[in-house]
């Protein structure tokens, strides 16, 4: 528990801590990496460079001092940073790591007026917050090394398949290289691959992209034009090389419920709900498959899904592309817009609503089903990355 002096501290400094946390993990990211080259493998450089990973850490740090007395309210944010160390195989000797760059990237910012006596207040504030992330991280590894197929930590895994799905789609499907049985998992969840680049060990999360029951794990990679790892597995990695993985993680998975499902994406963003597709339809449940794309040349998985539109009779399927080519007729055009979304959707039935894809296509969903009245409690989403907010920063 936070001594009664110290949340004294955390109170009366907070709203400065607030004004400058920006400021703060401006500093401290380089810090760290100075300090300690050896965890930079475990952020992406990406996020880095477009200052996600840092306002995600400047949010994180204001939210949770903003509710020591009220942790509960922090739950579902807590468990998909939980959710996310895990994946990276995040280790308690991690903790003291960040803690120390961490308040020296607040003396540094703050100057004299940060004395030992503040220093000390967060220091042990962070490390309540740090104790219950390892609690519940242990919690994690001990569950996927307990389940059948599962294994903590890093395992190595090799490549089996490699198949195209659209012009900047690739398909990678990986065995256990023992040739052991793998962990099942939770429709949505998602993987990280650990690979060696260029002399630099580096960690990326991927989404599965195949349904649970299957004897290997399935990711589908958007080429980046300035993607370091989506390059080097598109044009580098071949059937029998080797990766590390460890072992599945997320929590925005498919509920279980007996309401229409609406499987919302745009792009890249349709690689979770292709792990989501089959059991929901399996479930009897009523199913709406609504994606977005440019055109029938970046449109993965087309085949996949029109195969399950004749296999089950519950599920309604909806394309639309907004750059069209000319073979590209029979396909609706435009854009997944308010109008477009109103007439797709079984909003009379009060349907759970999964939508992913890029920063700009969920902002617009977000927008549009607000407008339309849909319950938050109806909404489900994932950024790709960092937790981000499509409105006021949060935790």
């Given at each position: 528990?936070?001594?009664?002096?110290?949340?004294?501290?955390?109170?009366?400094?907070?709203?400065?801590?607030?004004?400058?946390?920006?400021?703060?993990?401006?500093?401290?990211?380089?810090?760290?990496?100075?300090?300690?080259?050896?965890?930079?493998?475990?952020?992406?450089?990406?996020?880095?460079?477009?200052?996600?990973?840092?306002?995600?850490?400047?949010?994180?740090?204001?939210?949770?001092?903003?509710?020591?007395?009220?942790?509960?309210?922090?739950?579902d944010a807590v468990s998909l940073i939980v959710h996310k160390?895990?994946?990276?195989?995040?280790?308690?000797?991690?903790?003291?790591?960040?803690?120390?760059?961490?308040?020296?990237?607040?003396?540094?910012?703050?100057?004299?007026?940060?004395?030992?006596?503040?220093?000390?207040?967060?220091?042990?504030?962070?490390?309540?917050?740090?104790?219950?992330?390892?609690?519940?991280?242990?919690?994690?590894?001990?569950?996927?090394?307990?389940?059948?197929?599962?294994?903590?930590?890093?395992?190595?895994?090799?490549?089996?398949?490699?198949?195209?799905?659209?012009?900047?789609?690739?398909?990678?499907?990986?065995?256990?290289?023992?040739?052991?049985?793998?962990?099942?998992?939770?429709?949505?969840?998602?993987?990280?691959?650990?690979?060696?680049?260029?002399?630099?060990?580096?960690?990326?999360?991927?989404?599965?992209?195949?349904?649970?029951?299957?004897?290997?794990?399935?990711?589908?990679?958007?080429?980046?034009?300035?993607?370091?790892?989506?390059?080097?597995?598109?044009?580098?990695?071949?059937?029998?090389?080797?990766?590390?993985?460890?072992?599945?993680?997320?929590?925005?998975?498919?509920?279980?419920?007996?309401?229409?499902?609406?499987?919302?994406?745009?792009?890249?963003?349709?690689?979770?709900?292709?792990?989501?597709?089959?059991?929901?339809?399996?479930?009897?449940?009523?199913?709406?498959?609504?994606?977005?794309?440019?055109?029938?040349?970046t449109h993965a998985f087309k085949s996949a899904v029109d195969?399950?539109?004749?296999?089950?009779?519950?599920?309604?399927?909806?394309?639309?592309?907004?750059?069209?080519?000319?073979?590209?007729?029979?396909?609706?055009?435009?854009?997944?817009?308010?109008?477009?979304?109103?007439?797709?959707?079984?909003?009379?039935?009060?349907?759970?609503?999964?939508?992913?894809?890029?920063?700009?296509?969920?902002?617009?969903?977000?927008?549009?089903?607000?407008?339309?009245?849909?319950?938050?409690?109806?909404?489900?989403?994932?950024?790709?990355?960092?937790?981000?907010?499509?409105?006021?920063?949060?935790f």
């Amino acid at each position: 528990m936070l001594s009664e002096q110290s949340r004294a501290i955390i109170d009366a400094t907070l709203p400065a801590v607030k004004e400058n946390a920006r400021n703060i993990t401006e500093v401290f990211y380089p810090l760290m990496f100075q300090r300690y080259p050896q965890v930079k493998a475990y952020f992406n450089e990406a996020h880095q460079a477009q200052g996600t990973q840092r306002q995600a850490l400047a949010n994180a740090v204001v939210a949770y001092a903003s509710n020591l007395d009220r942790l509960e309210l922090l739950g579902d944010a807590v468990s998909l940073i939980v959710h996310k160390h895990a994946s990276l195989n995040i280790l308690p000797e991690h903790y003291p790591i960040v803690g120390e760059c961490l308040l020296a990237a607040i003396k540094e910012v703050f100057g004299d007026v940060a004395t030992d006596e503040v220093l000390n207040a967060w220091g042990e504030a962070y490390q309540q917050l740090a104790d219950i992330l390892i609690g519940a991280e242990e919690s994690v590894y001990r569950a996927n090394e307990q389940q059948p197929g599962g294994w903590r930590g890093e395992r190595k895994f090799r490549l089996i398949r490699k198949e195209k799905e659209s012009e900047v789609i690739t398909s990678f499907y990986f065995e256990a290289a023992n040739g052991d049985a793998i962990a099942s998992f939770k429709p949505g969840q998602y993987i990280t691959l650990i690979l060696e680049i260029d002399g630099e060990t580096t960690r990326r999360n991927y989404s599965l992209s195949d349904s649970p029951d299957r004897p290997h794990y399935r990711i589908s990679v958007k080429r980046e034009a300035d993607g370091r790892v989506s390059n080097h597995l598109h044009d580098n990695l071949n059937i029998g090389d080797c990766v590390r993985l460890t072992p599945p993680c997320g929590d925005f998975v498919l509920s279980d419920s007996d309401k229409p499902l609406v499987l919302l994406s745009g792009g890249v963003g349709l690689t979770p709900t292709m792990s989501m597709l089959r059991p929901a339809l399996n479930s009897g449940r009523e199913v709406h498959f609504i994606h977005g794309a440019l055109n029938s040349a970046t449109h993965a998985f087309k085949s996949a899904v029109d195969q399950l539109g004749e296999e089950f009779d519950n599920l309604r399927i909806s394309y639309c592309y907004s750059e069209p080519l000319p073979q590209d007729r029979e396909i609706a055009t435009g854009l997944l817009d308010q109008a477009r979304l109103q007439s797709l959707l079984p909003l009379e039935q009060d349907p759970d609503i999964y939508f992913l894809g890029p920063r700009p296509f969920m902002q617009s969903c977000y927008r549009s089903l607000s407008a339309l009245c849909v319950p938050a409690e109806r909404m489900r989403y994932e950024f790709f990355g960092p937790l981000e907010t499509f409105d006021a920063p949060a935790f």
